[in-house]
């Protein structure tokens, strides 16, 4: 069974950087796309960064030039670089796998990142 550990969050100033990272187990053959979402009291999780295992990245256009997600497809970890965070980037960030040619579709518990000063 696929499983995703999230780990890397906390409190930082407005300004400041964390990085995030997600540890993926139970994949022989590595995953197609892996992701990064995020959800704020009161809001919907909403899709942060997305990779593929070709290298390829999408964001949204909220964090486009702030964050950055990258991934070792060997160890099937991926992470995601946070840089001149806001306020508005306090959230839930959860990491995530869609379904795939062997696997179900998969969530990470998430881990909290907070923006304040």
């Known amino acids: 069974q696929v499983q995703l550990v999230e780990s890397g969050g906390g409190l930082v100033e407005p300004g400041g950087s964390l990085r995030l990272s997600c540890a993926a187990s139970?994949?022989?053959?590595?995953?197609?796309?892996m992701d990064w979402y995020r959800q704020a009291p009161g809001k919907k999780r909403d899709l942060v960064a997305t990779?593929?295992?070709?290298?390829?990245?999408n964001y949204a256009d909220s964090v486009k030039g702030r964050f950055t997600i990258s991934r070792d497809i060997v160890k099937n970890t991926v992470h995601l670089a946070m840089n001149n965070l806001t306020p508005e980037d306090t959230a839930v960030y959860y990491c995530?796998?869609?379904?795939?040619?062997?696997?179900?579709?998969?969530w990470g518990q998430g881990t909290q990142v907070t923006v304040s000063s």
């Open positions: 139970g994949s022989a053959f590595g995953f197609e796309i």
């Open positions: 990779i593929n295992s070709d290298g390829r990245t």
């Open positions: 995530h796998v869609p379904l795939g040619s062997w696997y179900p579709e998969t």
